[in-house]
Every structure is written in C-alpha cells, then in structure tokens.
C-alpha cells in the first residue's frame, strides 16, 4: 500500500508579509500618482514572483464593512493579489503560533474591537515562513498598553522593516526637484 502525503510549496528564497497598511497606501495614501503608480509596480513584481504574501486576515480587514468595494481601489487591488494566492490561509502551525504569540502578548490584540485584527496572523505567518520579513508602517518605539508589530516582531527574532524601506530596497526613488 502506497502512503500519500501533502507537502506545501514554499519559495526558494525568503520574501515579504505585508501588512494592511501596505495596501492601503498603494491604493489609497501614496501620493503623487506617480509615486503611487510606481509603488504598486514593484508590489505586482513581487506578487508575480511569489515572494510577497500575507495572511486572509489582512483581505478580511480591506473589505470589513466596505459597503462598495468594487468602487475602492485598495479593494481591487486585494481581489487581484487574492486570485494570485497572496493570503495565506490559517493552518494549524498559525493556530499554534497565535497561540504563543498572545500568550507572550495578551495586549498586542484590541480585545474591545469587533474589527480583524490582522497582526497577531502575521506574526504567526512570519513564525511559520522563516526568514520572511514583515513590512509594516507600525512604530518600533515601545508603548505602554498595546504592543506594537514591530515590538512583537522583534522578541520572535523577526525582521521588519517600513514599507518605504521596502520599496527602496526595490529601486523606488523619491527625487526632489
């Protein structure tokens, strides 16, 4: 009798988990437009590479009470990146590894906010793709109450970094004139 197993294909070399607020600047915030145009090249690049993912968390933030997200483009923008398998799904080791995180971090959730909270699932994401940086707009200077990605990040020896510092590190320039 022949055993079948199931081994789930990680990319060869380490990529990046972003955050909600990566999206939203590359539909929303970013401005000039072609500042913005040029971020959101970069991010397709990546997503065609397969080296940028995060976690249906994030989707579920987008589109939580978003009366006509056909009309936002942050939202078109999630369903593009959602048909080239950029949210991950909650498995079991993401089950775990939010299971330590909040025990670590009890207040690194808003346990009063009917709302996702997509960052404790990033983290855990970030725990299960190792080597995997976060790109995130959350600050790194330490608050009393709630815990910030970064601060979490760093006690899972997780590397983070700002999304500007990621669209640098792809060749994006600001020039000023």
Excluded at 16 to 32: A, C, E, H, K, Q
Excluded at 106 to 118: G, I, L, Q, R, T
Aim: hydrophobic share 35%; with cysteine; glycine share 6%.
């Amino acid at each position: 009798m022949s055993q079948l197993s199931l081994t789930l294909d990680k990319p060869e070399q380490p990529g990046f988990i972003i955050d909600t607020m990566v999206l939203i600047g590359i539909g929303r915030l970013i401005y000039p437009p072609e500042l913005k145009k040029s971020a959101r090249e970069i991010v397709d690049k990546l997503v065609d590479e397969g080296i940028v993912k995060s976690s249906v968390e994030v989707h579920a933030e987008l589109f939580y009470k978003k009366k006509d997200p056909k009309g936002d483009e942050t939202c078109r923008i999630a369903e593009s990146y959602k048909l080239k398998g950029v949210f991950e799904r909650i498995i079991d080791e993401d089950q775990e590894n939010i299971a330590q995180v909040l025990s670590e971090f009890p207040d690194f959730v808003k346990h009063d906010s009917e709302k996702p909270d997509a960052d404790p699932w990033l983290v855990a994401l970030a725990m299960r793709l190792d080597g995997w940086t976060v790109v995130t707009r959350d600050g790194a200077k330490d608050t009393d109450g709630l815990r910030k990605m970064k601060q979490v990040c760093r006690h899972f020896k997780i590397t983070t970094i700002t999304d500007t510092e990621f669209y640098q590190m792809h060749g994006w320039q600001i020039k000023s004139s």
